[in-house]
């Protein structure tokens, strides 16, 4: 079974400043890859998604995250970080194979963004 | 206009009791799936379906019930509430078979049982 790793429960970035989200999964194969935010009160969306290719995937709002086979990572980035960005952000994880969206979650990140 | 509309979005339940959560989709998704949000655990998948009349078992079905009586509609049912579904639940679908892991949520339903 797959499995994600967010070992930050909380970051606090400065407005401005760049960003790192971590995220590590356990899976036999590569699978396929996700980034989720919620903000406050709402539901997830979508942010970006790798499924091959290309290791770095761009997103909405200037969101990328690189994928990396050796280190079963999916690292989300962004260069200069807004006040909106405040959110909790899911890495998620669907194996490539059958019909079902069946993502696994990791358990989220909250981002705070300082003034 | 949002797309999955759960409700209600907020309901107090007495243990021992039966709450049905409710999910309506338009956007002509195949797949439809119930997930549980608990603080520290991110979410977790309770059932799914991808097929009017039909459901199956997720990660963690105990205790849930599924109802998928059309296409655009998916309930949540339990039937004897109890402390620890005391969570947030959210509805989400996503589009025909060889799936994109694109899951398009709703806003979630607040349930606490006391």
């Known amino acids: 079974a797959q499995s994600v790793t967010q070992p930050d429960a909380r970051v606090t970035v400065s407005e401005g400043a760049s960003l790192q989200l971590r995220c590590k999964y356990s899976y036999s194969a590569t699978p396929y890859l996700f980034w989720y935010v919620q903000y406050p009160r709402q539901g997830l969306q979508l942010l970006l998604k790798?499924?091959?290719?290309?290791?770095v995937v761009q997103g909405v709002n200037g969101f990328e995250a690189e994928f990396s086979k050796s280190n079963s990572s999916f690292h989300l980035r962004k260069a200069s970080v807004h006040w909106s960005d405040s959110a909790v952000y899911f890495c998620a994880v669907r194996p490539n194979t059958g019909g079902a969206d069946r993502l696994t979650f990791g358990k989220g990140t909250q981002l705070i963004i300082q003034p | 206009e949002a797309a999955v509309t759960q409700s209600p979005r907020s309901k107090v339940a007495v243990t021992g009791g039966k709450v049905t959560l409710s999910c309506h989709q338009t956007?002509?998704?195949?797949?439809m799936y119930w997930y549980r949000q608990d603080t520290g655990h991110g979410l977790r998948l309770i059932h799914y379906s991808y097929v009017a009349d039909s459901t199956e078992k997720g990660d963690i079905p105990d205790g849930y019930k599924a109802s998928r009586p059309s296409q655009e509609n998916f309930s949540l049912i339990l039937e004897l509430a109890s402390l620890s579904q005391t969570a947030v639940y959210f509805c989400?679908?996503?589009?025909?078979?060889?799936?994109?892991?694109?899951?398009?949520f709703g806003e979630g339903s607040k349930l606490t049982v006391l």
């Open positions: 989400a679908s996503s589009r025909d078979r060889g799936g994109t892991g694109q899951l398009y």
């Open positions: 790798y499924y091959s290719g290309d290791p």
């Open positions: 956007n002509n998704h195949d797949y």
